[in-house]
């Protein structure tokens, strides 16, 4: 409908979805990381416990109920965050990024669920014989704990990261902020098929670029992984 190319409109809001996403899962791994390790290892139980189930309530919330709940309290209520209408892709600055960047990643479905799979996985592995004998000597089992924890944890990452793409067009289309979901809102609206067309193409090589990603980290770490895949 611009009359530009395809490439053109969607570099800008592709670069926002990117941050966007990888900023959000940022923060997902942050607060799921501790919060998982700290119920696997039983240490101050009351904590992990109220921080675990905080975290499950949040995760079952619809996204755009927070979204909006978040655009009342910080923006309207307290002034802490600018409102996006009206900014172009290629204008966003980074404080428009915050807000949607952690109500993404504490709301996007994943967060418990990563909680509950580190907390399996770590507690499988803090039982086995040799962390026990080396607990026993007083070594630092910590980084064979990151080392046999990171595969099943980067499996399931990778399987929620392509729903958290989905996630980041519903908080684009809530925060008007002009990313690739916002952009694919405007474009059906308008009934403009190539950009249509070109988004769904750039969001099949971002699954497969991000499946190719995690199975590369997972051999780097773990050499065994190829050898279960061959």
């Not at 993404?104 to 039982?127: D, F, K, M, P």
């Not at 990313?179 to 474009?187: D, L, Q, S, V």
């Amino acid at each position: 409908i611009s009359g530009l190319s395809v490439a053109h409109e969607l570099a800008a809001p592709l670069k926002n979805t990117l941050v966007l996403t990888m900023g959000s899962l940022c923060v997902t791994l942050g607060i799921a990381v501790p919060i998982g390790v700290l119920s696997a290892t039983h240490r101050h139980p009351l904590l992990s416990r109220i921080a675990s189930q905080g975290a499950y309530l949040i995760s079952a919330a619809p996204l755009y109920w927070l979204g909006y709940f978040a655009i009342y309290f910080f923006t309207v209520k307290l002034g802490w965050f600018p409102l996006l209408t009206g900014v172009e892709p290629a204008q966003v600055r980074w404080v428009y990024f915050i807000l949607p960047i952690f109500l993404l990643g504490i709301g996007n479905g994943a967060l418990g669920e990563i909680i509950r799979h580190i907390r399996e996985e770590v507690s499988t592995i803090l039982q086995q014989e040799y962390i026990q004998a080396a607990l026993a000597r007083g070594v630092n089992i910590w980084k064979h704990l990151a080392k046999n924890a990171l595969v099943p944890v980067m499996g399931i990452m990778t399987a929620r990261l392509t729903l958290l793409l989905g996630g980041a067009a519903v908080v684009e289309y809530v925060f008007s902020f002009p990313g690739i979901g916002y952009k694919a809102f405007t474009a059906a609206d308008e009934q403009d098929y190539p950009i249509v067309l070109g988004i769904t193409v750039l969001l099949v090589i971002c699954v497969r670029l991000i499946k190719i990603a995690s199975d590369l980290i997972c051999g780097i770490v773990d050499p065994r992984f190829f050898q279960r895949g061959l």
